[in-house]
């Protein structure tokens, strides 16, 4: 069962075509012909077609009709899963409707299906629904990883976090140094000569002889207000941390996705993250005025989590107090629709951590349901 889409090509203004990898090789003779044991649930006019939402529905809908012949559950990126088993839980009435249609009915299939997901909870919803599943395949990112650089399809080379532009204190992968951080530069067979990424990676450890690395944050993607520079990593840190939180306080309310940025509109300016909360009882809806004072709290959990910087300029009034504002459910995935619009692809989306489009933020301040801060964090520790 492969979650895979496509993008219509488009040109350059000379004429050229431009196309994505993935949907260049879905469309290619090699793809449309290969061997009849790589066969998925859905056939290929599925993954041709020009309508993401509709790509998705018919994954899932071929998915089901052919539940006991899955064994593996495929997604470029987990994202892309996450999306499927959300498009399920949205349509599963639907879709067990029509599963009876496809092959001929098939009423114990619709009971089924009927079955696993009236539950209230939805875990493990995969090897319920498909129960030969042996493994799901797809490409996790993030901060608690630590990658094998492997030379064979590019050139690695690394430059120390604080080089400033020195090419000479640059090193090869083999010389880089336990607890240390770079910068990696790039150089492929196809012409990208010493391509500086914009990634900060730590080195953890060793597989063998080859390093191998934790990502730590975008060079140039931070939240700023005054002098303070937080990084990737404490804002995921600070967001482990709530959810951690939340799940102690009320343990009927998840975290479904979430971004942030600055709001420089009022002084002095603050962080605001953007949650899209739901129940983890699919037949509940969350109670906000129930959770007031939880959510009020996380505010002073996620700061907790940035530096000595930030804390001493949040303390001095430099920075205001940071503001969670929750949105309403299906907020990001509007948010993915318009990213996707914009060129962005389907296969590789990802909820960027920090929003810096404008465009992108009307989208999310449209959503707003309440707003959350706390002014105690000036009393830092009390």
Same mark, same amino acid.
């Given at each position: 069962?492969?979650?895979? %889409?496509?993008?219509?090509?488009?040109?350059?203004?000379?004429?050229?075509?431009?196309?994505?990898?993935?949907?260049?090789? @879905?469309?290619?003779? %090699? @793809?449309?012909?290969?061997?009849? =044991?790589?066969?998925?649930?859905?056939?290929?006019?599925?993954?041709?077609?020009?309508?993401?939402?509709? +790509?998705?529905?018919?994954?899932?809908?071929?998915?089901?009709?052919?539940?006991?012949?899955?064994?593996?559950?495929?997604?470029? @990126?987990?994202?892309?899963?996450?999306?499927?088993?959300?498009?399920?839980?949205?349509?599963?009435?639907?879709?067990?409707?029509?599963?009876?249609?496809?092959?001929?009915?098939?009423?114990?299939?619709?009971?089924? +299906? !009927?079955? !696993?997901?009236?539950?209230?909870?939805? !875990?493990?919803? +995969?090897?319920?629904?498909?129960?030969?599943?042996?493994?799901?395949?797809?490409?996790?990112?993030?901060?608690?990883?630590? %990658?094998? &650089?492997?030379? =064979?399809?590019?050139? &690695?080379? &690394?430059?120390?976090?604080?080089?400033?532009?020195?090419?000479?204190?640059?090193?090869?992968?083999?010389?880089?140094?336990?607890?240390?951080? %770079?910068?990696?530069?790039?150089?492929?067979?196809?012409?990208?000569?010493?391509?500086?990424?914009?990634?900060?990676v730590y080195v953890t450890g060793f597989y063998n002889n080859t390093p191998q690395f934790r990502f730590v944050r975008r060079k140039n993607v931070v939240l700023n207000v005054d002098q303070e520079t937080t990084t990737e990593e404490e804002i995921l840190r600070g967001l482990i941390t709530h959810a951690a939180f939340v799940h102690n306080q009320s343990s009927n309310v998840m975290l479904i996705d979430f971004t942030c940025n600055t709001d420089i509109s009022t002084s002095p300016g603050h962080y605001v993250f953007y949650l899209e909360l739901k129940a983890k009882d699919v037949n509940e809806a969350v109670e906000l005025d129930e959770n007031v004072q939880v959510l009020v709290e996380c505010c002073s959990v996620i700061e907790e989590s940035f530096g000595d910087v930030y804390r001493s300029l949040r303390t001095s009034g430099s920075v205001g107090a940071l503001e969670i504002r929750v949105v309403q459910q299906g907020t990001f995935d509007t948010l993915m629709d318009y990213i996707i619009s914009r060129g962005g692809s389907t296969n590789q989306y990802k909820t960027l951590i920090c929003i810096k489009s404008s465009e992108a933020v009307v989208i999310l301040e449209n959503s707003v349901l309440v707003r959350f801060h706390s002014e105690k964090y000036p009393l830092f520790g009390t």
């Open positions: 069962m492969e979650f895979y %889409y496509t993008r219509p090509e488009s040109t350059t203004p000379s004429g050229l075509p431009v196309a994505s990898s993935f949907s260049t090789f @879905f469309k290619s003779d %090699y @793809f449309k012909n290969r061997p009849s =044991n790589s066969k998925s649930t859905s056939p290929n006019q599925v993954i041709m077609c020009p309508d993401n939402s509709q +790509i998705l529905y018919c994954h899932v809908l071929c998915g089901l009709s052919q539940k006991d012949e899955v064994v593996r559950a495929v997604a470029t @990126f987990a994202h892309a899963l996450v999306q499927a088993l959300s498009c399920l839980e949205r349509n599963w009435k639907e879709l067990s409707s029509v599963s009876v249609i496809i092959g001929g009915p098939n009423p114990k299939l619709a009971d089924l +299906i !009927e079955q !696993e997901c009236s539950h209230n909870s939805w !875990e493990s919803i +995969i090897p319920r629904l498909w129960p030969n599943t042996k493994f799901i395949e797809c490409i996790l990112t993030g901060q608690d990883l630590s %990658y094998t &650089f492997v030379p =064979n399809m590019s050139f &690695f080379e &690394f430059l120390p976090v604080d080089h400033r532009g020195d090419m000479t204190s640059i090193v090869d992968l083999v010389n880089v140094k336990l607890g240390c951080y %770079y910068e990696p530069v790039v150089t492929t067979y196809f012409g990208l000569n010493r391509y500086l990424i914009g990634d900060i």
